[in-house]
Antibody, heavy 125, light 108 residues
């Protein structure tokens, strides 16, 4: 079955770095765009970053632009999020999510259909 | 940027109740909207996309409607497993798919 498993979370000091991974299985990873979404403790969902299926284009939320880098290795079916210059406000559960595309009444809709269970990042001194 | 608001932020309901949650967009987004359910400590689960298309495997008591700036998620008969937080998400600004603030559905 389609599965996404995040790893790499942990406790890091402000200003530090961390790399998250998302291992994909059960689908042709190289055919789908992938997202990172995060959720701070007790808060709502925040879209973080997206990478196209072939890695050709990357997009970031303003809150992480210049500090985070999304990448992928299609030979390893793995998505990454390199997080630098971490701040306390980056503390959150980080989820990876698979892009889906469906045509409804002649219109293509892109959305997130499968999510991993998340990995927790805590930025604290 | 498109902003989403949800109402109510919190609602208390009983098993068997009909529940309606509203999501409003700051500008027209046609039918580019999804709904997710999230239970404590769990990842979000896709319920509906394209405003009204039910994701495979989601019970038919869930339905979505609306277009433009106003959307609704309806649970026709609330079940014990439906107590959760529900988020809308705009799918208009590809791929920056922002979320609404959420609606928590609790047991009365």
């Amino acid at each position: 079955q389609v599965q996404l498993v995040e790893s790499g979370g942990g406790v890091v000091q402000p200003g530090g770095s961390l790399r998250l991974s998302c291992a994909a299985s059960g689908f042709t990873f190289s055919s789908y765009g992938m997202h990172w979404v995060r959720q701070a403790p007790g808060k709502g969902l925040e879209w973080v970053a997206f990478i196209r299926y072939d890695g050709s284009n990357k997009y970031y939320a303003d809150s992480v632009k210049g500090r985070f880098t999304i990448s992928r290795d299609n030979s390893k079916n793995t998505l990454y999020l390199q997080m630098n210059s971490l701040r306390a406000e980056d503390t959150a559960v980080y989820y990876c999510a698979k892009e889906a595309i469906t045509m409804v009444q002649g219109v293509d809709y892109y959305y997130m259909d499968v999510w991993g269970k998340g990995t927790t990042v805590t930025v604290s001194s | 940027d498109i902003q989403l608001t949800q109402s109510p932020s919190f609602l208390s309901a009983s098993v068997g109740d009909r529940v309606t949650i509203t999501c409003r967009a700051s500008q027209g987004i046609s039918s580019y909207l999804a709904w997710y359910q999230q239970k404590p400590g769990k990842a979000p689960k896709l319920l509906i996309y394209a405003a009204s298309t039910l994701q495979s495997g989601v019970p038919s008591r869930f339905s979505g409607s609306g277009s433009g700036t106003e959307f609704t998620l309806t649970i026709s008969s609330l079940q014990p497993e439906d107590f959760a937080t529900y988020y809308c998400q705009q799918l208009n600004s590809y791929p920056r798919f922002t979320f609404g603030p959420g609606t928590k559905v609790d047991i009365k």
